[in-house]
C-alpha cells in the first residue's frame, strides 16, 4: 500500500470522526440516552422540594420528567433581603434558584432536565368553578392563572411553575393546576407519552419520623390523596413504615447526595440563601433526607384503591374519609 492510499485512508478516517462528533454536538442527547418513553410528573409546593422526591428521578432515562410547582414560594421570611415578602424580586430569586438547581444537577445526571429554553408564559387558562387566589398582605391580592414554562433543549423534561399562593395554597388550586397540565400537554411543551407515575414532596403529621405540616404540602398530598388521576400510580413523601402495605422507601445515590448536598453542592449553591437546611442523608428527622419512603395510591377497576402509611392523614381526618365526607382547610 503506496503513501498516496495512506493518506486517502487517514483523510476518510478523519472525516468520520467529525461527522461523529457533529452528530453529538448537534444532537447530545443522541449521545448519552435514548429518548424518553413515559412521562412522570412530580408535584410540589415551592421551588426546592424537588428534592423530597429525588429518589425517585435519578438516573432514569426512560421519563421525561415534569416537575410542577405550585407557588413562586414568595412569602418566605428570607425574601426580606430580595424585595420583600410577595415581591417579584423575591419571586425571581426564588425561580431562578429553581432553575439554577436543575442546571447544576444536571452536570452529575444527565437524565435530568437542565439545558433549558428561554421561558415563557402559557396563556390564562380557564378557571373552571374552581376559585384562583394568592393571598399577599392582603386575601386574593392576585389571581394567576396562566404558568411559566421551561423545555429541556435534550428532551429530558420541563419546568412548570404556577403562581397560586406561598401559605395559601389550596387543595382544589393543586388539582387544578394537575388537570390543567395533563389536560394541555401540547401547550406545555410535553411529549404524548404513556405516564409512568406522579410523585408528590414530603408531608407528615405524626411522628414516626420528622414532622412537617405546613399546608401548602398537604394540600399537594391531599390532592393525590383524594383524587385519582390519570396516572398508573400516585406516590407521596412521607415516613417509612414497616409492615404497612404500600409504602416503600429508596435510598438516594451517593452520587446525587454529593452533587446537591457536598460542597459546593447545587443545593446549598441555590437554595443556601433560604437558610440553614441540611440534609439527612441515611435516616429520616430532617425535610431533606436521601432516605425517602412514600405512600403509594394505584387505581382498581373503576375505582381507586388506596393504600397508605397511617402517617399520612392525621387521625381526625382519616376518620373524616372513613366516613365518606370532605376534608376542609
Not at 448537534?26 to 413515559?38: C, D, E, M, V
Not at 415534569?66 to 420583600?84: D, H, K, L, R, W
Not at 387566589?133 to 414554562?149: E, I, K, M, N, Q
Request: glycine share 8%; proline share 5%; aromatic share 10%.
Amino acid at each position: 500500500m503506496n503513501v498516496r492510499t495512506l493518506m486517502k485512508l487517514f483523510i476518510a478516517f478523519l472525516a468520520i470522526i467529525v461527522m461523529v462528533l457533529a452528530v453529538i454536538v448537534l444532537n447530545p442527547r443522541s449521545a448519552a440516552a435514548a429518548a424518553p418513553t413515559q412521562l412522570q410528573y412530580i408535584v410540589i409546593p415551592h421551588p426546592d422540594d424537588e428534592w423530597q422526591a429525588w429518589s425517585q428521578v435519578e438516573n432514569d432515562p426512560s421519563t421525561y420528567k415534569v416537575f410542577i410547582v405550585m407557588t413562586n414560594g414568595e412569602q418566605s421570611g428570607y425574601c426580606a433581603n430580595y424585595g420583600g415578602k410577595w415581591s417579584l424580586t423575591c419571586e425571581n430569586k426564588r425561580l431562578s434558584s429553581w432553575t439554577g438547581f436543575f442546571k447544576q444537577m444536571s452536570a452529575t445526571d444527565t437524565t435530568i432536565p437542565g439545558n433549558f429554553t428561554a421561558q415563557y408564559a402559557t396563556r390564562a387558562f380557564p378557571a373552571n368553578g374552581v376559585t384562583i387566589c394568592r393571598d399577599d398582605a392582603t386575601p386574593c391580592a392576585r389571581s394567576v392563572r396562566a404558568a411559566v414554562v421551561q423545555n429541556d433543549l435534550q428532551e429530558r423534561g420541563a419546568l412548570v411553575s404556577f403562581n397560586l399562593g406561598d401559605g395559601d395554597l389550596t387543595e382544589p388550586e393543586v388539582d387544578w393546576a394537575i388537570d390543567t397540565v395533563i389536560a394541555n400537554k401540547a401547550e406545555f411543551g410535553i411529549p404524548n407519552l404513556p405516564v409512568k407515575n406522579m410523585v408528590a414532596s414530603f408531608a407528615n403529621t405524626s411522628d414516626p419520623c420528622v414532622k412537617y405540616t405546613h399546608p401548602d404540602h398537604r394540600n399537594v398530598h391531599l390532592a393525590l390523596y383524594n383524587r385519582t388521576y390519570p396516572v398508573p400510580a400516585q406516590l407521596g413523601a412521607t415516613c417509612e413504615s414497616p409492615g404497612v402495605t404500600g409504602n416503600f422507601t429508596k435510598q438516594v445515590t451517593e452520587q446525587s447526595m454529593n452533587a446537591a448536598w457536598g460542597k459546593d453542592g447545587a443545593f446549598l449553591t441555590n437554595y443556601g440563601w433560604l437558610g440553614g437546611y441540611s440534609i439527612d442523608r441515611y435516616g429520616q428527622t430532617q425535610i431533606f433526607m436521601g432516605k425517602q419512603s412514600f405512600w403509594v395510591k394505584t387505581p382498581g377497576a373503576g375505582t381507586s384503591t388506596l393504600k397508605v402509611a397511617t402517617s399520612d392523614l392525621s387521625a381526625a381526618e382519616a376518620a373524616l374519609k372513613a366516613a365518606g365526607l370532605a376534608y376542609t382547610k
